[in-house]
């Protein structure tokens, strides 16, 4: 089997396919390769759904507003149920240090576009009622993000992606990345070749061992975060909580009510757990039960009733890499997500497919720009 397309993107995952959707729409004929037998099934399914412009970079502040334009608007103009909610997002402030990083990041924030603010102590317990009210000194509240099921979400975008010509081909791997002269040439897979001037490493955890066919080392190496899932309760907050403050065996944790009612929470590990290990722990469900009652006593009653463990494709620095390298023209990564591929997906796809297309805007370009391969990853994402 041989075919010949516009572009050819490995992943049908939380980037890969937005970004088939936003190229078709361009008609550009594109292919979406995927091990796995239908979208979404490597590490989408295990996010926890949260969509967030709240960030300390630029570069992420406007894919994630683009990312959020997506979501809100999805049902309204396609008729998929997405499961999303414009709960906003939260963050919680019980000591000073966190007070001051908090208020100097909010400068940055808003002046790229985000609306945020710092709510006082009031404000945060009328949006979150119970919570810990002992040393509380306020926090950011973002009321226009928000939280989607990523699977409704990756199949909303697979089925738009084939209304408007794009091809997916599942359990399919991919072998070879086909190049000559330093050019792109396509890629052989374990059922034929594919011609392209164009390939989209969008492999997610297994990125770098994907672009190791390519000839093009990446930084990204997936440690191990799990997550939750409680039973329904009558809906008794809107935003996600995110609490930045350090725990025994855990960076941060964060969680939020869905749709159907359901508590979803998630926990950062400290020290990270790096690998692929996606078996459950005996460690997250006493450490992540024990943070969030601290913090809202009228969470205990609630029954768990199942958790997981995915992949957070992480890279030194905290930022995800999209770029076009040098060294392979026509190779193009978009890797690297550090656990934010669901909300960044959406947006990054329209500013890729709009630099392959040949046609970035101003703001393409300065999503871009802060994601180059070539960068020394010497700084750090500030909210991880």
Known sequence: MSETFDVIIIGAGSIGTPLAMSLAKRNLRTLVLDKEASPGQGQNKRAIGGVRATHSDGSKIKACLRSLEIFSTWQAK?????????????????????????????????G????????????????????????????????????????????????????LGAEFHFKETVKEILSGGGLIKGVATDSGSYFSKWVV???GAEAAAVS????????????????????????????????????????????????????IFCLTPQPPFWGDDRRSTSEFLPEVSRRMVSLMPGLASLKVRRTWRGLYPMTPDGFPVVDFPESLKGYVLAVGMCGQGFMLGPGLGEAVAAHIAGSPSPEDREILAGFKLSRSFSGQEKLK
């Open 212 to 263: 190791e066919q390519a000839g093009v080392k990446v930084p990204v190496n997936p440690d191990c975060h799990e997550a939750g899932i409680t039973e329904p309760a009558q809906r008794f907050f809107e935003p996600m909580v995110v609490d930045i403050r350090p725990g025994d065996k855990s960076k941060n944790y964060y969680f939020y009510q869905n749709r159907e009612g359901q508590i």
């Open 201 to 203: 490493n969008a492999a």
């Open 112 to 163: 790229f576009g985000l609306e945020i603010d710092w709510a006082g102590p009031d404000k945060v317990r009328e949006l979150v009622p119970g919570i810990d009210g002992k040393n509380l000194r306020g926090g950011t509240w973002a009321p226009g993000d928000g939280s989607a099921s990523p699977l409704l979400s990756a199949n909303a975008f697979y089925r738009e992606a084939l209304k």
């Open 78 to 110: 396609h008729g998929d149920e997405i499961g999303w909610i414009r709960g906003g997002y939260l963050f919680p402030v019980y000591m000073e240090h966190d007070e001051a990083v908090l208020k100097e990041l909010l400068k940055v924030q808003r």
